[in-house]
């Protein structure tokens, strides 16, 4: 696949935004975090089709039409998780289960399409002191963890700490420490259907995490590894075989 065709939606509620809260937001996110995230995305992928979408748009920003032309889409929430459309909701779900990439980014923990997916509360501990966070690399063979050779050090963070209530990941990429002592599976992988989704928590809208180099490299390796481009977008189906089928 040629990174440069990726199609990729960059989702963001832009409610923070919109309230101006925090009021330094503009300061350090002047286009939104979805336009932050999205720049660090072409940066890494001259060329690639990059759209953003927020929460008042017409469907979300997330039309059928625009769905079927994503191959991942990345989803940060916080504030108006309740406001998204059940039908938005159904819709992703039913792409990511045919094959589109899903990147769910910090509070999006708890978006309505994270929890339908995972199946459980994906209820967190948190505590927001602007505290230094590491991000370990605990699998650096992981293509998500390509280039990332030591902690990542993010000088003011929300902290997010276990129990984190989702199901065992497919794979454990990164690992969270803090200031208080708590640690954070951080940055974890599933596979739902023939979709593939990376969850990755550093991101908190009080603090300019998404203009930090490594946190795009993050995301960018993220975004090729979820991305399955040109696939049929359906959903694997089980059949009732005829019998002898499978034999004489």
């Not at 469907?59 to 059928?64: C, Q, R």
């Not at 209530?165 to 940055?187: K, M, N």
């Not at 490594?214 to 979820?226: D, S, T």
Request: glycine share 12%; net charge negative; aromatic share 10%.
């Amino acid at each position: 696949m040629n990174p440069q065709s990726l199609r990729i939606t960059v989702w963001n509620e832009g409610v923070h935004e919109a309230r101006q809260d925090p009021p330094a937001i503009a300061g350090y996110y002047p286009n939104g975090m979805h336009g932050a995230i999205a720049e660090g995305l072409a940066g890494h992928f001259p060329g690639a089709l990059i759209r953003t979408a927020v929460l008042a748009d017409p469907e979300h920003g997330l039309s059928e039409d625009v769905l079927a032309d994503t191959d991942v889409l990345l989803w940060w929430g916080h504030l108006a998780h309740g406001d998204v459309s059940d039908e938005v909701v159904e819709r992703v779900r039913r792409h990511v289960l045919g094959g589109m990439g899903l990147l769910v980014l910090h509070s999006a923990h708890f978006s309505k399409i994270f929890i339908s997916l995972m199946g459980t509360t994906c209820s967190l501990q948190w505590r927001n002191d602007g505290e230094r966070e590491l991000v370990w690399n605990v699998n650096p063979t992981h293509p998500i963890a390509e280039g990332i050779t030591g902690p990542i050090v993010i000088p003011e963070q929300e902290m997010y700490g276990e129990f984190f209530d989702i199901p065992t990941p497919d794979d454990l990429v990164f690992i969270s420490s803090f200031d208080g002592g708590e640690v954070f599976r951080s940055g974890v992988t599933f596979t739902r259907g023939r979709g593939r989704i990376f969850y990755f928590s550093p991101g908190d809208q009080e603090y300019p995490v998404y203009n930090q180099a490594e946190i795009r490299q993050v995301l960018a390796n993220g975004v090729k590894w979820a991305a399955q481009h040109g696939i049929e977008r359906q959903a694997p189906s089980v059949g009732n075989p005829q019998r002898g089928s499978f034999g004489s």
